[in-house]
């Protein structure tokens, strides 16, 4: 069975403070990306990336950025964590023509 | 980037076939029409995708008009587990930096 897996649930965090997200597949995808999903915005791509180290920026970057040093592991990092970036945080993979993306169960992220 | 147009909202009863419309008249030749949902907190869900013909899976039957301008998911015999957020999308690009951009989609609301 396909697996995206993500390193927490639920994360609290206070503003200026560096945040992990760990993003790891088990499909040997070569495609990862990261969305942000908001009420009333739906989801919106922050990130993605088609092969190890590369990244490509999506429709919301600012703010963001990402590791990509082993091909099942995407990383997003928020170098100083603000309250605007409270929000529900989702992992995907895909194969090289992603006409299905896979995702993660997602982490709610609160920085207060 | 080919936009799309969903309802917010529709009701269908359980047991009757549930049609969700996707106006998406500036997509191009060679851009697929793709179909996820998400229920409630969980990560969103591939469902089916095309290009031109129409197409029938196990969850679901996708119609495209001739024109490609618009389509149509039917779930043929919505069950209350239906319930959720539905996205249709065009696949943007090509190659293996293709992503999807998600709107905000239509909320599917299944009842007894």
């Known amino acids: 069975d396909v697996k995206v897996t993500q390193s927490s649930r639920y994360l609290v965090k206070r503003t200026g403070e560096k945040v992990f997200l760990e993003c790891v597949q088990d499909?040997?995808?070569?495609?990862m990306f990261w969305y942000r999903q908001d009420p009333g915005l739906g989801l919106r791509l922050i990130y993605f990336?088609?092969?190890?180290?590369?990244?490509e920026k999506g429709d919301i970057p600012e703010g963001y950025s990402v590791s990509r040093e082993k091909k099942e592991r995407f990383s997003l990092i928020l170098e100083s964590a603000s309250t605007n970036q409270t929000s529900m945080y989702l992992c995907?993979?895909?194969?090289?023509?992603?006409?299905?993306?896979?995702f993660g169960p997602g982490t709610r992220l609160t920085v207060t | 980037d080919a936009k799309t147009t969903q309802p917010p909202s529709m009701d269908c009863a359980e047991g009757r076939a549930a049609n969700l419309p996707c106006n998406h008249s500036t997509i191009s030749g060679n851009e697929y029409v793709y179909w996820y949902r998400q229920i409630h907190s969980q990560g969103p869900q591939y469902i089916i995708h095309?290009?031109?013909n129409n197409e029938t899976n196990e969850m679901a039957s996708l119609i495209i008009t001739e024109d490609r301008k618009s389509s149509t998911l039917i779930l043929p015999h919505a069950t209350l587990r239906d319930t959720a957020v539905y996205y249709c999308?065009?696949?943007?690009?090509?190659?293996?930096?293709?992503?999807?951009?998600f709107g905000t989609g239509t909320r599917l609301q299944v009842t007894l």
């Open positions: 990336s088609y092969d190890v180290k590369m990244k």
């Open positions: 995907a993979s895909s194969s090289p023509i992603p006409h299905e993306q896979y």
């Open positions: 499909m040997d995808h070569e495609n």
């Open positions: 095309g290009l031109k």
């Open positions: 999308i065009v696949r943007v690009g090509t190659g293996t930096a293709s992503k999807l951009t």
